[in-house]
């Protein structure tokens, strides 16, 4: 007996098979869901002077692939994958010779387990609610210098899951990297931030 399709699975399969057929209501629909958290990525990855270019590229390579996409992962992954792509391709065109994983070695390895988890505990923050950390106009310029100047894919990684909400596997996915690698990079990245927020309070 042939398994019906999940009502979620068959409007995808619809939507994926009129954008084939060139249908702008269904684009339009799809760059209005999908936009925003592709460029979010690309910012990610390469920064804010060539997310626009980058996405523009991610969707113009998408349509062209639209044909032979095969669902084996969400419209939303493999257009979130392409984006991931693209962002790296152009870093590397840009920054000849950078490493990805530049930076891994922000935190002495002796801080973590063979796993990657970081074995001493990272104290709390001195202030009760993350909205009281936001109020604080100073403190929000010293995250978001400390968020811009992780490496690559610690950027890329700490977006993704902690600010759109992906899932690692997803993440794993779109930045073709290992689930071990990627929890490492997320801790790290998360690390940097909260030693940030250390530092301004201890002022």
Same mark, same amino acid.
């Given at each position: 007996m042939k398994k019906i399709a999940s009502a979620e699975q068959m409007d995808e399969q619809t939507l994926i098979t009129k954008l084939i057929e060139g249908d702008g209501d269904a684009f339009e629909f799809v760059v209005g869901r999908y936009h925003s958290i592709m460029l979010s990525v690309a910012r990610a990855i390469i920064g804010e002077a060539f997310a626009d270019d980058v996405v523009q590229e991610a969707w113009i390579s998408a349509i062209h692939a639209l044909p032979r996409f095969e669902g084996r #992962? #969400?419209? *939303?992954? !493999?257009?979130?994958q392409i984006t991931g792509n693209s962002a790296k391709s152009r870093l590397r065109r840009e920054r000849r010779q950078l490493s990805l994983d530049d930076g !891994?070695?922000? /935190?002495?390895? /002796? *801080?973590?387990?063979k796993r990657g988890h970081r074995i001493d505990d990272v104290l709390p923050w001195n202030i009760e609610t993350p909205d009281a950390l936001l109020e604080n106009e100073q403190l929000r310029q010293v995250i978001e210098d400390t968020f811009q100047a992780l490496p690559p894919h610690q950027r890329a990684v700490l977006t993704m899951a902690d600010i759109e909400g992906l899932k690692m596997a997803e993440i794993c996915n779109i930045l073709d990297i290992s689930a071990s690698n990627a929890r490492v990079l997320l801790h790290r990245a998360r690390t940097a931030l909260h030693h940030s927020i250390e530092k301004y309070q201890d002022r």
């Open positions: #992962s #969400s419209l *939303k992954t !493999w257009l979130l !891994w070695q922000a /935190e002495p390895d /002796e *801080k973590f387990d």
